[in-house]
């Protein structure tokens, strides 16, 4: 059955660093997403992208965050600055189209010392 | 935007126990639901869904049925088994326009633990 793949599984990064958290799709899928879960609270909405563009962001998703698909197959997750609230389970996602559910990746463990 | 309001865990039952996790949601229109489950150290796996009122969805002896009078999605199993046992998250999406970009509404999600 066709996966998300995500990588790293776990990052551990300075504060103030920046990261890339990177994804690959399921290839015949149109819609991105990344969302996100702080240890023991509710997964969250981050950002989706169709069309190589942005089409929503939650207001989590500030100027720091930024998203891009470089080459038709990844689709990166960059925080420029880290702060340790960005501490988080990041989950990549992505759709084909209608009503589809997502397929969700396994997730990047990022932990901001 | 959608909210969704999740039956607080964990719960713990004892094997071929019948299970009930309750999930109520608000939302504009009328959006499709989800259940996504999550296994010990694993991403989320979409468990069942439903697009219209009435729908039932169903996936390995689960199933929720699509309640618009009552704006719910319960999740029920006959029988568990201890296979089961992952964190469960009701989902509603937007509802379709066919030109939205659909985000998911995730509530806190449930910690079930099936004990032999």
């Known amino acids: 059955e066709p996966e998300v793949t995500q990588t790293p599984s776990h990052q551990v990064t300075q504060m103030g660093q920046e990261v890339i958290l990177r994804c690959v799709p399921i290839?015949?899928?149109?819609?991105f997403y990344w969302y996100r879960q702080i240890l023991g609270q509710k997964v969250e909405f981050l950002v989706s992208?169709?069309?190589?563009?942005?089409?929503?962001k939650s207001e989590i998703f500030d100027d720091q965050f930024s998203v891009e698909r470089p080459d038709g197959s990844n689709f990166t997750l960059k925080i420029r600055s880290t702060k340790l609230e960005d501490s988080a389970m990041y989950f990549c996602?992505?759709?084909?189209?209608?009503?589809?559910?997502?397929?969700f990746g396994s997730g990047t463990r990022l932990t901001v010392v | 935007g959608n909210s969704v309001t999740q039956m607080e865990g964990p719960v713990t039952l004892s094997e071929e126990a019948f299970l009930t996790i309750n999930c109520t949601y608000t939302?504009?229109?009328?959006?499709?639901l989800f259940w996504y489950v999550q296994y010990p150290g694993e991403g989320l796996q979409l468990l069942l869904k439903?697009?219209?009122?009435?729908d039932k969805g169903s996936n390995k002896g689960f199933e929720a049925t699509y309640r618009k009078e009552t704006t719910s999605f319960h999740l029920e199993k006959g029988s568990v088994q201890v296979s089961d046992s992952a964190v469960y998250f009701c989902?509603?999406?937007?509802?379709?326009?066919?030109?939205?970009?659909?985000?998911?509404?995730f509530g806190k999600g449930t910690k079930l633990s099936v004990i032999p």
């Open positions: 996602a992505s759709r084909l189209q209608g009503l589809d559910g997502y397929t």
């Open positions: 290839s015949n899928h149109l819609y």
């Open positions: 992208f169709y069309n190589n563009e942005i089409s929503e």
């Open positions: 939302a504009t229109g009328y959006p499709s």
């Open positions: 439903a697009t219209k009122a009435d």
């Open positions: 989902a509603p999406g937007g509802s379709y326009s066919g030109a939205g970009s659909y985000q998911l509404t």
